[in-house]
C-alpha cells in the first residue's frame, strides 16, 4: 500500500463550479496535511495545511481532515480557469520531516 | 516566490557524465531538502539537512548521488556517471520553524 494515494483520474469542472479533491494516507501517526499545486513545467507550491480534525478555509479553499477514517479532501469552491493544474496531497509522518506525496490530480477547468 | 533558488533550471548531459545542482535557500530556513520528480508522479524525497547536518537519506539515494550543505547555508547535489534514469526535475525544498516547506524552482535534469 503506498503512503498517500491519490486515486481519482483527471477532473473537469465548469467554471464557478466546486472541485473536490480526496485523499487516503495510510500512516495512522501522519500529523501534518498539505495541499500543493503544480502548473505544468512548474515547480509545486503550497496552497494549504492542516493539522486538526475538521475543515480549514482559505480564500475559495476548503481543506478537510478526517484523521480516523485516514482521509484529507480539498474543495475549490467558484472554480476558475487559473485553477486547472495538478493538485498534490502530501502528508508528514510522525517523528519524521520528510513529505510524502501522492501521484497528483489534474483539474481542468473549462470556461 | 519562496525565495529557494536552484541552479541550473535545466541540464542536459551525456549518460556516464557529473552533473552537480546548487540550491540557496532563504535565512531562515534551517531545514533542506533535495526532492526528484519523473512525469505524471509526485515528488519522491531523496534527503533532508537541519542546518549543515544531514540528518536522512532515502534508499533512492544511491551511491552515485552525494548532498551537502556546507556552513548551513546553500547545498549540492552531485550526481556521478549519470544514467538515463536519473532524468528528472530535482527539487531543493525550505523548510523554517514550522512544517511547512516551500519548494524552488527545480533543476530539470536530462540525460542523453
Known amino acids: 500500500q503506498k503512503e498517500v494515494e491519490q486515486n481519482s483520474g483527471p477532473l473537469s469542472v465548469p467554471e464557478g463550479a466546486i472541485a473536490s479533491l480526496n485523499c487516503t494516507y495510510s500512516?495512522?501517526?501522519?500529523?501534518?496535511f498539505f495541499w500543493y499545486r503544480q502548473y505544468s513545467g512548474k515547480s509545486p507550491e503550497l496552497i494549504m495545511f492542516i493539522y486538526s480534525n475538521g475543515d480549514k478555509e482559505d480564500g475559495r479553499f476548503t481543506a478537510q481532515l478526517n484523521k480516523a477514517s485516514q482521509y484529507v479532501s480539498l474543495l475549490i469552491r467558484d472554480s476558475q480557469p487559473s485553477d486547472s493544474a495538478t493538485y498534490l496531497c502530501?502528508?508528514?509522518?510522525?517523528?519524521?520531516?520528510?513529505?510524502?506525496f501522492g501521484k497528483g490530480n489534474q483539474v481542468v477547468v473549462i470556461p | 516566490d519562496t525565495g529557494v533558488s536552484q541552479d541550473p533550471r535545466h541540464k542536459i548531459t551525456k549518460r556516464g557524465q557529473n552533473v552537480t545542482f546548487r540550491c540557496d535557500p532563504i535565512?531562515?530556513?534551517?531545514?533542506l531538502y533535495w526532492y526528484r520528480q519523473t512525469l505524471g508522479q509526485g515528488p519522491e524525497f531523496l534527503t533532508y539537512?537541519?542546518?549543515?547536518?544531514?540528518?536522512?537519506k532515502s534508499r533512492l539515494l544511491s551511491d552515485r548521488f552525494s548532498a551537502e550543505r556546507p556552513k548551513g547555508s546553500f547545498s549540492t547535489l552531485e550526481i556521478q556517471r549519470t544514467e538515463q534514469g536519473d532524468s528528472a526535475m530535482y527539487l531543493c525544498v525550505g523548510g523554517g520553524p514550522t512544517d511547512t516547506q516551500y519548494f524552488g524552482p527545480g533543476t530539470r535534469l536530462t540525460v542523453l
Open positions: 502530501a502528508v508528514m509522518g510522525r517523528g519524521n520531516n520528510r513529505l510524502a
Open positions: 539537512f537541519q542546518n549543515e547536518a544531514q540528518l536522512e
Open positions: 500512516d495512522r501517526g501522519s500529523q501534518s
Open positions: 535565512s531562515e530556513h534551517n531545514r
